[in-house]
């Protein structure tokens, strides 16, 4: 939002701008000579114009040549500011742009001459130069001989880090430019964490940002490794954090990662095995029904063999609620065991410090206990709809043997009052070691 001054000699610098915007404007050959250096057409208006900002001026035949002070920088884009790789605290400038001109007067940034909180172009820039610098002087020996910036030459522009930890060496070369960063972004956050990493109480935090620095910025192209190398500080450092915490607490992120890998491969095979065994019986179940039909008409007039396959269907009805009982129990076993370790994996202190790795590693695990979820569901399913089916056969079954419609609706609730008592044996002890294990 834009601020009132309340400050006369700011006021004075913001006007002094509006009147060369104002005399770039009303002239058709106005031209930049170099940063301090402006050259228009001579007129009374201007000539006025620029006695009134109070600068340097010299009329050369019909031309007026304006001398801007030392550091007060105009440029004719952002693009011409960007190449001039130069910018200080103590500057003044203005860029003329074709939709509205901006500002940086006494470390604040105008955009057509109204403060502007959040445009981040001049301090970007000025972060960017002083880390440039910072890496330089990184290059020399600190107290343990350690070396930060391994090489850094500002005349051919290149940047060397190398990790003998890691066997490994990344090389940028950078134009003597600065980046094109995005204004609206804040950059200066990441460089003032990155200064910080090398105060007495990181002492050891600079070995484990320069292996992040080495393993981030080198996939990236060549040509823009400096540009998102300060643009990702923030992201690196974070990583190089987190990887310094883990080493403190004696542990290693990536053995984390691969055990908890481990973990989940473990346990998605064997959730695998437990749904390839129901796709089976799922599969198989409308070809076992249509057989049961297809037999029960053939033999409709002889009453022993239908006898004998009723007693044969409440076997195999027991027998596929048994396996059925097996394999929720197993998904109760697997899903104890899982916990269990999961536990004893996120227990640690580590992850109180770093809840953002924590919320990864919880993601995953509420992924394996929805995939035991559906696949308990998937079991009971089956039993109701192969005991339910089976209960239908049975009273055709009897139907056919003459039995009164009364009769078979009291042996169909008989047999579904049974059904439930077996289901309620099946699970119900598998459900209450669910709820300990999680």
Request: glycine share 2%; proline share 2%; charged share 25%.
């Amino acid at each position: 939002m834009p601020r009132l001054l309340d400050n006369n000699l700011e006021m004075n610098k913001l006007e002094v701008h509006k009147k060369l915007v104002k005399l770039k404007d009303s002239s058709s050959d106005f031209e930049i000579i170099n940063s301090n250096l402006i050259e228009t057409s001579y007129s009374p208006e201007s000539f006025k114009m620029i006695g009134e900002a109070n600068l340097k001026n010299e009329k050369i035949g019909n031309s007026l040549r304006i001398e801007l002070p030392h550091k007060f920088r105009i440029y004719n884009d952002i693009n011409s500011f960007r190449h001039s790789n130069k910018l200080k605290a103590d500057e003044e400038i203005l860029i003329f742009t074709s939709e509205s001109p901006i500002s940086y007067i006494d470390s604040n940034t105008y955009i057509n001459f109204k403060l502007c909180d959040s445009f981040y172009l001049f301090p970007n820039a000025q972060s960017y130069l002083k880390f440039i610098d910072e890496l330089k002087e990184l290059e020399k020996d600190g107290e343990d001989s350690f070396h930060f910036t391994d090489s850094l030459n500002l005349d051919t522009r290149k940047l060397t880090l190398v990790s003998l930890a890691k066997q490994s060496r990344l090389t940028i070369s950078y134009q003597n430019e600065i980046p094109n960063f995005q204004p609206e972004r804040d950059l200066t956050v990441g460089f003032q964490e990155f200064k910080k990493c090398f105060t007495k109480e990181n002492k050891n935090l600079p070995l484990f940002l320069k292996n992040e620095i080495i393993n981030t910025v080198i996939n990236y192209e060549q040509g823009e490794r400096m540009q998102k190398f300060f643009e990702n500080l923030s992201a690196i450092i974070y990583k190089a954090k987190l990887n310094f915490n883990v080493f403190l607490a004696g542990l290693s992120l990536d053995n984390i990662k691969r055990e908890y890998d481990e973990i989940k491969t473990k346990y998605f095979k064997d959730l695998s095995e437990v749904l390839s065994k129901l796709t089976t019986g799922i599969v198989a179940l409308p070809i076992a029904i249509a057989s049961l039909l297809f037999a029960i008409e053939k033999i409709k007039e002889m009453p022993v063999y239908l006898y004998l396959l009723i007693t044969i269907i409440i076997f195999t009805s027991v027998y596929i609620g048994l396996l059925l009982r097996v394999n929720y129990s197993d998904l109760g076993y697997i899903k104890k065991l899982f916990c269990q370790e999961f536990k004893i994996l996120i227990e640690n202190d580590f992850f109180s410090n770093y809840q953002k790795e924590k919320k990864s590693f919880e993601e995953t695990k509420e992924r394996i206990l929805k995939r035991i979820g559906f696949l308990k569901k998937v079991i009971e399913s089956y039993y109701w709809v192969v005991v339910g089916s089976n209960i239908l056969i049975i009273l055709l079954i009897l139907y056919y043997l003459g039995l009164s419609n009364n009769t078979l609706i009291f042996i169909g609730l008989a047999l579904m009052f049974i059904t439930a008592l077996f289901r309620n044996q099946v699970l119900i002890n598998d459900e209450k070691e669910e709820q300990n294990a999680t």
